[in-house]
């Protein structure tokens, strides 16, 4: 059973500062994808990761894919209020049905 | 363009009431999927469709849950007998590649059932 797991769960962290989340999952796969939520909201993509090494950025987000490894990062970069949401990644299954396996998510607060 | 849209958005039901909750794809999305997500909670996969065909419904908790796309566009989910722990939010996302392996799922608002 794929299973993935991310951390930290929570996160409060200052303007400004850097941090990274991270993504771990449990069987082979090649296609991870981080979303975003703010409450009571829907889940909003973020970036799509396909191979071993795929590294992608979007403003102060960057999010990298180590399929060896089993892991994922989103990064952050001096961050600001607006980035505060629910973040989550989710894993593709490589053979079988069609569906995202989604971790746990991890809350994001940025204080002023 | 417009997203995924799904109604009603909220929904309250007595224990033991049918409901049915409706999501409109993306036009042209061949993949359409129905998660439900419980407060704090990830999303967990319900049941997936290429055009009106039933992929998948592994994810279905109990056979209280019926999903059916007859026409390959619009979706229902309907839930039989409502439980309390039926109560969650119900997210439909729909994609349009066709391939076995789907590119980006497009998440609608969801629609929030409250079980009484």
């Known amino acids: 059973e794929l299973k993935v797991e991310q951390n930290p769960l929570f996160l409060s962290m200052q303007e400004g500062k850097n941090y990274t989340i991270y993504c771990n999952y449990s069987t082979t796969s090649d296609r991870l994808y981080w979303y975003r939520q703010d409450p009571g909201k829907s889940l909003e993509s973020l970036f799509v990761l396909l191979s071993n090494g795929a590294v992608k950025q979007e403003g102060r987000l960057m999010a990298s894919l180590d399929t060896k490894a089993r892991l994922s990062t989103l990064h952050i970069t001096a961050a600001v209020h607006d980035l505060s949401a629910t973040y989550f990644c989710a894993v593709d299954m490589v053979r079988g049905a069609q569906k995202l396996v989604f971790g746990q998510g991890t809350r994001l607060t940025i204080n002023p | 363009g417009a997203g995924v849209s799904q109604s009603p958005r909220y929904k309250v039901a007595k224990r033991g009431q049918d409901v049915a909750l409706r999501c409109d794809p993306i036009?042209?999305?061949?993949?359409l999927f129905w998660y439900q997500q419980a407060l704090g909670q990830g999303p967990e996969f319900l049941t997936y469709?290429?055009?009106?065909?039933?992929?998948?419904k592994s994810g279905l908790p109990s056979d209280r849950f019926f999903a059916e796309r007859p026409e390959g566009s619009v979706s229902t989910l309907k839930i039989q007998r409502t439980q309390q722990e039926d109560s969650a939010v119900y997210l439909c996302?729909?994609?349009?590649?066709?391939?076995?392996?789907?590119?980006?799922?497009?998440f609608g608002p969801g629609t929030r059932l409250t079980v009484l």
């Open positions: 469709f290429q055009n009106e065909a039933q992929l998948d």
């Open positions: 996302a729909s994609s349009d590649r066709v391939l076995r392996r789907p590119d980006t799922q497009y």
């Open positions: 036009s042209g999305h061949v993949s």
